[in-house]
């Protein structure tokens, strides 16, 4: 069980949190025109590496605060979280 | 038969305590403090169980973890417990346990034909054999060989006794009790640390308890004694025996399994049988010493071959005699010191060392005691079938290729020794890449991929001194960084005897023209030859061969077995065994049983039960409740004989003639606050919502990105900036997450609190076209006209001195409004309802009344919203803004979305008004295609027409638009029904909405 530092409540476990995907897509702005391939490249397409992957987290069980996390999918070192707006 | 092996004194047993137990129907004696194995061998029961494969007579071939062959069923207070070890088993009064993998019985087994057969049994039998004809394996093959196979059966009962789990952090977890982690935990203690030492036994100590040593001015078990009793005074250190640490997870997660109550008659009240610990340590120190490898040689599986560790485990700790003519067989000094005790208890052993000219104090010593002692010689093969008899030995050459001189000579016991394995399984389950020690001819652990340190033999160190030594060191260190104390520790002095080096040689040769069977796996039966075959196939890999052959895949992960696996793969690849690699350590180290992995979360509890306040009531009032996610809901009120298609006919014809009430509190709720609160709301919903009066409802639907409806309900705006959202009871956390999602991450500039409110209010729909008399007697002073609160009105009353908030909203498609009060007075709230709508005929109705009442009016729910539909499949279409953009609305332009013939939702009736279509049936154009019959879409929903008395169903269906007054089939292969019906509008009752206005 992965043990992930909260940036708002400290080290807490896995089980605490729930898991929100891949954490560098942006959403299009609203009213924007795109094409119909920026949307589903949106909604759609996302990279599935192996190694360093930067992840959405929410706190669900705590303050349920939506942060980011630096974590390693291969062997599961978390080098970095983040919170909701701050960048790498 | 019982013949006495256990010696008049010695061992830690307690001799005053007479235990009697049952072992194949069998009653026989032990002490208290044995274990089954040591109680049974002090019977002279040797014969414990049958082979996995040829069926092979099993006896004892360890005294603990290690053992591959004594596995029990074990029979305890009525219930039954598969796949025990005997070694590790303690002796309670009234013990039973009966061997397995044997029929009819231990002594005469039928499957033991299988040994005579062994040729046809090679290496890949099953993959080879029960190829053909491929229709076989599920129906012949299949059951007879798990009839065959196995360990033990477990129950089919459901299991009474309780298991728990706990959850701890320490700044150390230390893993074994031997020499390095008392001497770790005690250094970690003194400095303050908050130490777990755990160990897996119910003696503490590991090797002190066997080894002639001194410490200090004591012996090694007096030493162990005094550090664990000091431990156990400290507060800030948790000492627990007969707990295995038995798996490394990731970031330093350990699970510990600790036995409580398996080594009593029964669980004592209020106590569980077995407890999981879930540590979170910052360190983790591995001292789970070293288990002893065998030497391979003919037949080397014959009950009273064993371990030489072993045998003297059960002569120090049990003072019981594995024979009384023992050979002891070893290419180390290990083999000595069984031979030392032995000889000091009376029974004369011989010697017999693979090497030429061994010198070393232990071996001084045996020699002072006149041991019988055989340089350069090896045993070919032990004789006899339930149990050695007597060993054919041999001279081997110095290059260890030729033997002769082959006598036999009596015996019936062969204890070997091959060295020592290092236990190092945490460290690899860690992530520890493992690198090949020369010196030990073992693998131990190098780099630490997690906090983990191991010390001791399980680190390839095998001098108490050294132990010592690096463990106080260590574990001063590892605490001194955490608790920033440090408290030095003199090192006590040492006394133990010096070994030589150890012979490399494993495998003795087979003599000329002899087929002898050498085990390597005792567990799985896996011979050299087995070995040899997979390799002349062409298995190469590590990880090949063990799957194929099955060696190290047996419930004892291969302890006794690996290692001269390996050394067998790498010397007919002519490579070297690091080359070879080591094949993968997995958790658990030994088995869990599920009760335990399970825990506490089974039946009622292996999910929360949500209650709404108004429980009671509907309890005492017969409801029967369904479950509705994680909420008790009721489903119907039971009067009389009714069934539960009856009574909900009854409750919702009464909501349409009269009123009706219905606990709506599981609804989910979030509140909403803040300048952007309705700006939130313009972009989450499909419709506009910037215009929403105060005072006012709405309903809403919200999107995915991806276009598919993701949830509805309706959001009331209370003031200016405070917003009351209702979500359906199923999706109520997801929608708040999905709020938070965007507010936090997507439009942070937004200025809005959203926080679940749920639990706060409990909620009654008061429904009918008398719901605004019952109203009105429930509100005097306020105006409940339909001008005065119109629907989608909302108002705040005063309900008998409470406050209450009135919508005017409607599922049923009846007038209707729902009431909310803050929970605690939900059940006052619930019975003014009813005392008051008495003379309105008022009658609770429960979900299934509900359902129906939506279904007749066409209302979409979770069986239309199901993850799969888009607005326009609902006939939301109307709610969707061409104006705005939200979230999802990108999606909707998707070419299969805006397709002429898109499915949409339409109402359904059997063409003879009285078959009831089965929800899920498909709808086809003609019953009697051919099949794949292509099928226009499914019954969502169905239910009894209280208005119409006839069944109703709800369908989405292809070109649903055009397909009204189509007469068509409703099919349940399920079922095996095909009905006639018609297709006609969805909304089936009061089409123009007249009645919620009204």
Redesign the interface.
């Given at each position: 069980?992965?043990?992930i530092k909260c940036p708002h409540c400290g080290l807490r476990?896995q089980n605490e949190f729930?898991y929100?995907g891949d954490a560098t897509v942006k959403?299009?702005e609203?009213?924007k025109e795109?094409s119909?391939q920026e949307?589903d490249n949106?909604?759609?397409l996302r990279k599935s590496p192996r190694g360093k992957h930067l992840e959405?987290w929410?706190h669900?069980s705590g303050c349920?605060?939506?942060i980011k996390v630096e974590r390693d999918t291969l062997?599961?070192e978390?080098f970095t979280t983040l919170k909701?707006?701050e960048e790498l | 038969m019982s013949e006495n092996f256990r010696l008049d004194n010695g061992g830690l047993v307690n001799r005053s305590k007479k235990i009697s137990f049952k072992f194949n129907g069998k009653k026989y004696f032990g002490y208290e403090g044995d274990t089954l194995a040591s109680a049974l061998i002090a019977n002279g029961v040797h014969l414990v169980g049958r082979s996995f494969k040829y069926h092979r007579p099993r006896g004892f071939f360890g005294a603990g973890v290690d053992e591959p062959y004594a596995i029990v069923q074990m029979n305890r207070n009525n219930e039954v417990d598969p796949n025990v070890r005997a070694t590790e088993q303690e002796l309670f009064e009234g013990l039973e346990a009966k061997s397995v993998n044997c029929w009819p019985n231990v002594d005469f087994d039928i499957g033991a034909i299988n040994n005579f057969l062994g040729k046809f049994f090679p290496a890949g039998f099953y993959y080879k054999t029960f190829m053909w004809p491929k229709s076989f394996w599920h129906k012949v093959y299949e059951p007879i060989i798990r009839k065959a196979a196995g360990f033990g059966a477990a129950s089919i009962k459901h299991d009474k006794e309780r298991y728990e789990h706990k959850?701890e952090y320490c700044d150390l977890l230390i893993a074994g009790s031997g020499p390095s982690g008392l001497a770790s935990a005690y250094a970690a203690a003194l400095n303050g640390a908050k130490v777990i030492l755990a160990e897996d036994k119910s003696r503490f100590g590991g090797s002190l308890l066997t080894s002639e040593v001194t410490i200090g001015n004591q012996s090694g078990q007096e030493w162990s004694e005094k550090i664990i009793s000091e431990l156990k005074s400290m507060s800030n250190v948790i000492v627990k025996n007969r707990s295995q640490v038995f798996g490394y997870?990731?970031?330093?997660?350990l699970v510990m399994s600790e036995r409580i109550s398996d080594h009593l008659p029964e669980t004592e009240k209020y106590t569980p049988k077995q407890r999981l610990w879930?540590i979170?340590a910052k360190e983790v120190i591995i001292s789970s010493g070293s288990i002893e490898r065998p030497l391979v040689f003919g037949n080397n599986d014959t009950p009273g071959v064993m371990l030489s560790s072993a045998a003297k485990e059960y002569l120090k700790i049990y003072g019981v005699l594995v024979g009384k003519k023992p050979l002891i067989f070893t290419n180390n000094d290990s083999g000595y010191e069984t031979a030392i005790e032995f000889k000091k208890n009376g029974i004369d052993p011989v010697v017999l060392d693979t090497r030429k000219d061994p010198n070393s104090e232990i071996i001084k010593e045996a020699k002072d005691l006149n041991i019988n002692i055989k340089l350069s010689y090896v045993v070919v093969l032990a004789k006899g079938y339930k149990k050695v008899s007597s060993a054919d030995i041999a001279k081997i050459s110095d290059d260890k290729k030729n033997i002769s001189n082959i006598v036999n000579i009596k015996c019936d016991c062969i204890c070997v020794s091959g060295f020592w394995t290092p236990t190092i399984h945490l460290a690899s389950q860690s992530?520890n890449k493992t690198k090949f020690n020369e010196e030990i001819d073992a693998f131990i652990p190098s780099h630490s991929?997690q906090n983990e340190t191991t010390l001791g033999s399980a680190n390839g160190i095998f001098t108490l001194e050294e132990t010592l030594k690096t463990s106080f060191e260590k574990g001063n260190e590892l605490s001194k960084k955490i608790t920033n104390k440090e408290n030095k520790i003199l090192v006590p002095s040492v006394v133990e005897k010096k070994s030589s080096n150890h012979d490399k040689f494993w495998c003795v040769p087979l003599p000329k023209g002899k087929n002898y069977k050498r085990f390597l796996d005792f567990q799985n039966d896996v011979a050299v030859s087995d070995i040899q075959l997979a390799l002349r196939e062409g298995y190469r890999s590590i990880e090949h061969v063990k799957r194929y052959t099955t060696l190290g895949m047996a419930t004892d992960q291969g302890r006794t077995s690996n290692l001269n696996g390996l050394q067998l793969v790498s010397e007919i690849e002519n490579k070297v065994v690091p080359q070879v690699g080591h094949t993968t350590f997995r958790p658990p180290f030994s088995p869990v049983s599920i009760g335990a992995i399970v825990g506490r979360e089974i039946g009622k509890h292996s999910k929360p039960t949500r209650k709404s306040p108004m429980h009671y009531w509907h309890e005492k009032n017969n409801a029967v409740f369904v479950d509705a996610g994680v909420w008790l809901r009721p489903r119907y009120y039971k009067q009389g004989n009714e069934n539960l298609f009856e009574a909900s006919k009854r409750e919702a014809k009464n909501v349409r003639q009269n009123v009706g009430v219905c606990d709506v509190t599981t609804l989910g709720k979030i509140d909403i606050k803040g300048p952007d609160a309705a700006e939130l709301l313009n972009?989450v919903y499909t419709n506009a919502w910037l215009k929403l009066p105060v005072g006012k409802a709405r309903y809403g639907v919200m999107l995915r990105?991806?276009g598919i409806v993701m949830d509805d309900g309706t959001t009331t705006r209370i003031s200016e900036n405070h917003y009351h959202m209702t979500t359906t009871t199923a999706q109520a956390?997801n929608v708040l997450?999905h709020l938070?999602?965007y507010l936090?991450?997507?439009w942070?500039e937004l200025n809005v609190n959203v926080v679940s409110s749920t639990e706060q209010w409990a909620g009654a729909a008061i429904a009918g076209p008398k719901s605004r008399d019952v109203l009105q007697k429930l509100f005097p002073d306020l105006d409940v006209s339909n001008e005065g609160l119109p629907f989608m009105g909302y108002r705040e009353g005063n309900l008998f001195g409470i406050n209450a908030k009135i919508y005017r909203i409607s599922f049923s498609g009846e007038l209707a409004y729902e009431v909310n009060v803050e929970s605690d007075n939900g059940n006052f709230m619930w019975e003014k309802i009813m005392e008051i709508g008495k003379v309105f005929n008022i009658e609770p109705y429960g979900t299934e009344a509900l359902s129906t009442l939506r279904i007749e009016m066409g209302h979409v729910a979770g069986s239309e919203l199901d993850g799969r539909t888009i607005p326009y499949d609902n006939s939301l279409e109307g709610l969707v803004s061409k104006k705005?953009?939200f979230i999802g609305k990108?999606?909707l332009s998707?070419k299969a979305y805006i397709e002429p013939n898109r499915q949409k939702v339409v109402g359904v009736i059997p063409l003879d008004k009285k078959t009831s279509i089965p929800e899920g049936s498909y709808i086809v154009k003609d019953s009697n295609a051919k099949l794949p019959n292509p099928k226009l879409g499914y019954i969502s929903a169905s239910c009894w027409s209280v208005e119409y008395d006839n069944p109703f169903s709800l369908a989405i269906i292809k070109d649903g638009k055009n397909m009204i007054g189509q007469k068509l089939f409703a099919m349940s292969p399920l079922k095996n029904k095909t009905i006639p019906v018609e297709i006609v509008s969805s909304h089936y009752v009061d089409p123009k909405g007249e009645r919620v206005r009204s």
């Open positions: 069980m992965l043990y476990s729930s929100g959403r299009p609203l009213n795109i119909d949307w949106f909604v759609y959405l929410q669900i349920r605060q939506w062997t599961h978390i909701s707006n | 959850y997870y990731d970031h330093n997660m879930y979170r992530g991929k972009r990105e991806d956390a997450s938070e999602y936090q991450l997507v942070p705005k953009d990108r999606s998707k």
